[in-house]
């Protein structure tokens, strides 16, 4: 049987986290069962690309998940010049055109322009300058039937806008993607939070790279206050985490918003979830030591989604021998003990690769952030293992000389036991070392910027 023809649609992006636009856009496509085709070579930081997707449905299943991408169109014309749109248009099969167009249908035009303001006058010229398209129906401003979409491109730099654009798109509305989510899901105003809780935007993000379904089993190792676990359960998977806190899985302890001192008898992982209706996907969070094994041998998770402590607010901690109690022993404020000793950023990372090449189901995603010492990055830090195959890899500035890195890996082969120390082969291991030493070296530069703004202000 023949593949299905692809139609080109026109997608609006949002002008943030660019470097997660297009691992997005493609994980998602793959989970609605297409793959990423682009008419033209994608520029990564422009706003409007054009894609071939097989189907309408494809397009809107798409934008039933996608935070990087605003809207998609439809796209019946497109050029570098006014003339070339219309010629375009006026190339493009009627017999697509007319079951929008019918005179018993209503619509309307809107006009959006990327990096420049139009007036109303203006607005209104470009959209009577389409009158030999062949509309029947009547404009309907409130409600429309169909709504059609004239987009300008003048280019990305605000201090040098032209006078014309530089591409021109004109294509039906079709779907909006799900930026509101950024909004009602923010931290700000969510019930239980930590210092470290995770934006919401980049959590939806997360949760697309890792390409999260209904009735997944996502598993966070290190939950925190489970931020992570909201986004996957709004895409109706069931969540689960661990993590070393006793006070952070119970909610009990000093409280991290501001005017308040001690964490309420409610703030916990599952009223997180239930403020949003999801309490249905929680299966729990408990409390250990991701260093330690306490999953049964068997595929158990269909991605793993996590944020592995940096060691920039505190150092990243595993329980130690009985031999430590006497150098550091810490109590919660439920009287509970434990013993912890250092636990060095590699060990985190690559206990993590071992962890989901040997716990994720085939085709699963471990789905991570990395931070770097920016002077120092080099793609051979990037962790490896033959079970795991890098799929994107991303850059968040943290300043100017530090960042975290969102990686995606897919299981693409079963694990064994001889896979298990893969990662001291052939001299692998030392390259990664040097992520030990990102507390240091974190604050070695804000101590060399603090220093060179005191300098500055003296002069």
Not at 168 to 177: T, V
Not at 240 to 269: F, M, V
Not at 339 to 348: E, K, P
Not at 417 to 434: H, I, T, V
């Amino acid at each position: 049987m023949a593949a299905p023809a692809l139609r080109r649609y026109l997608l609006l992006l949002a002008q943030e986290h660019l470097e997660f636009r297009l691992p997005e856009i493609t994980s998602l496509l793959s989970l609605c069962g297409g793959q990423f085709s682009g008419e033209q070579e994608i520029r990564v930081n422009s706003p409007f690309w054009i894609l071939n997707i097989p189907s309408e449905e494809m397009a809107r299943g798409l934008m039933k998940r996608t935070v990087c991408a605003k809207s998609i169109f439809e796209l019946w014309g497109h050029g570098k010049s006014a003339g070339e749109l219309y010629a375009s248009l006026k190339n493009y099969p009627t017999d697509k055109m007319l079951p929008y167009l019918q005179s018993d249908s209503t619509y309307k035009v809107h006009i959006h322009t990327f990096n420049k303001t139009l007036t109303q006058a203006q607005k209104i010229k470009k959209i009577d300058a389409l009158e030999f398209l062949p509309f029947k129906g009547k404009v309907n401003l409130k409600n429309p039937e169909h709504v059609f979409w004239i987009l300008e491109d003048y280019g990305m730099n605000p201090n040098d806008v032209p006078e014309e654009p530089i591409h021109l798109y004109f294509g039906r509305w079709i779907a909006d993607g799900q930026r509101e989510l950024i909004e009602s899901y923010s931290v700000k105003k969510r019930h239980f939070i930590g210092n470290t809780s995770m934006d919401a935007c980049l959590s939806f993000i997360m949760a697309n790279h890792g390409r999260v379904k209904p009735n997944d089993i996502v598993y966070d190792p290190f939950v925190g206050t489970g931020g992570l676990l909201i986004s996957s359960a709004h895409f109706g998977a069931y969540v689960c985490g661990t993590d070393i806190d006793y006070n952070t899985i119970h909610g009990l302890g000093k409280a991290s918003r501001k005017n308040q001192k001690w964490r309420g008898p409610d703030e916990n992982i599952r009223a997180n979830l239930r403020q949003y209706g999801l309490e249905k996907y929680y299966l729990d969070a408990l409390v250990a030591d991701f260093s330690r094994p306490i999953w049964r041998k068997g595929i158990l998770f269909d991605a793993i989604i996590t944020d592995p402590p940096y060691g920039i607010r505190e150092a990243p901690r595993r329980m130690g021998s009985q031999k430590e109690t006497v150098k550091s022993v810490e109590r919660s404020t439920e009287n509970h003990f434990f013993v912890s000793s250092s636990y060095h950023l590699s060990d985190i990372f690559f206990d993590l690769l071992k962890f989901g090449a040997e716990y994720l189901v085939m085709g699963g995603r471990l789905v991570y952030w990395l931070p770097i010492y920016r002077p120092e990055y080099t793609e051979e830090i990037i962790p490896r293992h033959p079970c795991l195959k890098l799929i994107s890899n991303c850059e968040q500035l943290l300043s100017s000389h530090t960042s975290r890195r969102l990686i995606t890996m897919e299981k693409v082969k079963e694990f064994k036991d001889q896979d298990e120390n893969s990662y001291l082969l052939d001299g692998q291991y030392m390259p990664y070392r040097g992520h030990n030493s990102f507390r240091e070296k974190y604050f070695s530069g804000v101590t060399k910027r603090i220093a060179k703004e005191e300098k500055d202000n003296q002069k």
